[in-house]
DNA sequence: CGGTATCCCAAAAGATACTG
DNA sequence: CAGTATCTTTTGGGATACCG
């Protein structure tokens, strides 16, 4: 039996709709596992940020790359953007509510790898002998 | 100033060090964000798994994508892998204690999406009209 | 300033074939 | 069965140019 990413979602009720989520589960996943999404989204959590100063807080992202990944935060209501109607234009980006707590799960993967730095430095060292 | 993946190393002491440090977590991270070694990690987390039976849990992975990261998993200390010298070969792999502080991380992020699903359900179905 | 579109190269990943 | 090597295709992502 394959893995499933939607394990905990007991109330679905028979196989198609259990199939339904899971492969949406899937699709998030793989939009949201991603370093430069991660990084957006480690920058956002401390404060709303312009687009430009997304691109200096994210070191060596390209103009591009950020505005798919900002599209794609937006598409699945992870952050939201506002647009302030000056000249210059003025963009902003905040975190949701659902992003946030992303953030959150983010931050333990970043301690997880202070905690095991050590171990996982070794473990190369051992391994590329 | 860009966001430091490692600014909770507060033993280092200068910014050379404080610099190195981010370089291998920025890579560590690298290496474990991506869909397939989190799915691997999600599946070895259940019990132990020989190739074949890793290859049916990850449903769509390639032979090459496995061996992969089944490799880079075991570069970092992530996973071990016991091969018993049997004809035909068989071989297991095992997450180590640091693979498997990673995969309550990952966990936490199954349990974000299944939490967040609605929300981001109806974010796309905004967003996509 | 922020966003879109285009072009183009390099990296990722699939398919296939071969080996211990 | 598990792994490596090779080939090909697809995608990712940088650079550039142009619009609101």
New interface residues.
């Given amino acids: ?3 499933r ?5 007991s109330s679905l009720s028979d196989e198609a709709d259990l199939r339904r ?1 899971d492969s ?2 899937r699709e ?3 939009d ?4 430069w999404a ?2 957006i989204i ?2 956002l959590g401390e404060r709303t940020l312009r687009f430009s100063e997304l691109r ?4 060596g992202i390209s103009h591009k790359m950020l505005t798919q990944n900002l599209r794609m935060l ?5 952050a939201e953007r506002k647009v302030h109607p000056t000249v210059p234009p003025r963009v902003e980006y905040t975190l949701t509510e ?1 992003g946030q ?2 953030r959150a ?1 983010v931050d ?10 050590g ?6 060292r ?3 002998t």
């Fill in positions: 039996m394959p893995v990413v939607s394990k905990g979602l989520a949406l589960a998030i996943f793989s949201v596992a991603n370093k991660l990084l480690e920058a200096n807080e994210v070191e937006e598409r699945n209501g992870l659902p707590a992303l799960t333990l993967i970043c301690g997880w790898t202070h905690e095991y730095f171990h996982i430095e070794s473990a190369r051992r391994f590329d």
